[in-house]
């Protein structure tokens, strides 16, 4: 069976951290974020390929992954020549007459959910695909499906309105995780540019198709904004979410063995602090704050729950409030940087500066 990852889009919303790390490979403390749904992917044994389907920045993900073999997986990557849309991606990836079971990933959606039993209900149900719902908080910006009570898809409605927010009773959206049969891609038209939310799931409803929905109450989350990036790593470190690498560890403080803490630093947990890191004396590392690997914290400064990417420079007495700063950015003395900047790599905040 193979499974296809979507993982071309341009992370827009997440910019500029995505001007040059594309959104698939994000660090996630110190880990490229596509590495925890390739572990999820690993709980179907049956999955002998791995296909991410990219156009941005490709060669920066097969740098990171290469064939997958230090993962355990095997990995392809196509690149399409131009950005097809979620359809055109999955039809121009799954290639000419592609047959049985498909798994289908959006390459941003962090999850725990049980994917044997979706693939298990597939198949019970001998479904023409398969979809993910799950509960959120701010419907329209995702896709709305209504069913049945057998759990029969009967509509879709990709970023919904106003109206057909008030008309529509359910709770829960499209988790971006679908099982689809290989024969039901014939529908979308080769080369073109195709929406699979827009296209072929309200083709299946017109049809009458078998499409069935697995609801999962579980961990989930769209990593695409700002706002949900820093809230993954909450959730890691606090236990909401249990995953590497916080496991077993929700709440405390992570110190690679490989950092250098000189004495009278103050560390409050949960935070995360890589290898290579310097933290000079007298500095404070707070609660949900993450220093990637190879920063440097100097002489009484402050990181109040800042995620700063590999290689930044914190000089002596600077103050630093809940930002995301990409890699080698430089804050100088003293500088104050209070509220949720986002700062794309190389940035340079001189000395003294207030924010
Ligand atoms: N290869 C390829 N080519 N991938 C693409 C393309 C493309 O042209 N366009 C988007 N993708 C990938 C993105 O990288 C992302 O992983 C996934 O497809 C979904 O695109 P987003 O841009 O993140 O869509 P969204 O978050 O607004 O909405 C989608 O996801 C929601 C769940 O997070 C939809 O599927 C919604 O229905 C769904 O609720
Ligand atoms: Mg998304």
Redo the contacts with the bound molecule.
């Keep these: 069976m193979k499974a296809i ?7 827009s919303r997440l910019r500029p951290l995505t001007i040059t790390t594309p ?2 490979i994000v660090p996630i403390f110190d880990r490229p974020f596509l590495r925890y749904q390739i572990e999820l992917l690993k709980q179907v044994p049956e999955i002998d390929e791995i296909i991410l ?4 920045q490709p060669r920066r993900i097969e740098e990171v992954f290469g064939d997958g073999t230090d993962l355990g997986v095997s990995i392809r990557y ?1 690149v ?1 020549p131009q ?4 359809g ?2 999955i039809k ?2 799954a290639g000419d007459y592609p047959s049985g079971p498909i798994v289908v ?5 962090l999850t725990s959910v049980d994917l044997p039993a979706v693939i298990a209900l597939h198949r019970s149900r001998k479904a023409k695909a398969t979809i993910v719902l799950t509960p959120v908080d701010n419907r329209s ?3 709305l499906v209504e069913c049945d009570e057998e759990q029969s898809v009967k509509a879709f409605l ?2 919904p309105t106003a109206e057909q927010l008030v008309q529509s009773k359910c709770d829960t ?4 995780i679908y099982v689809i049969e290989g024969e039901t891609l014939d529908r979308i038209p080769a080369d073109t ?1 195709y929406s ?2 827009r296209g072929y799931f309200p083709s299946l409803v017109a049809q009458k198709e078998t499409f069935v929905a697995y609801t999962y109450r579980g961990y989930w989350i ?1 990593i ?1 904004t700002r706002e949900k990036y820093q809230q993954v790593h909450h959730d890691i470190m606090t236990g909401r979410f249990s995953a590497p690498p916080f496991e077993g560890l929700a709440g405390q403080a992570v110190v690679s063995p490989d950092a250098r803490i000189e004495p009278n630093v103050t560390i409050e947990g949960p935070c995360f602090i890589d290898a290579g890191v310097v933290i000079k004396s007298g500095a404070r590392i707070g609660a949900h704050s993450v220093i990637g690997a190879h920063c440097h914290i100097g002489e009484d400064a402050v990181v109040a729950g800042a995620i700063l990417w590999p290689h930044t420079w914190v000089d002596r007495g600077a103050q630093l409030g809940p930002l995301v700063a990409g890699r080698h950015c430089q804050f100088g003395r003293y500088v104050e940087v209070g509220g949720h900047a986002l700062l794309g790599d190389k940035s340079i905040i001189t000395d003294y500066s207030r924010l």
């Design positions: 990852l979507l993982a071309g889009g341009q992370g959104k698939p389907s990219l156009n941005y196509v399409e950005p097809l849309g979620t055109g991606a121009f990836a990933f959006n390459g941003d959606v910006a995702y896709g990709e970023k959206i499209n988790a971006g540019v699979i939310e769209d695409g």
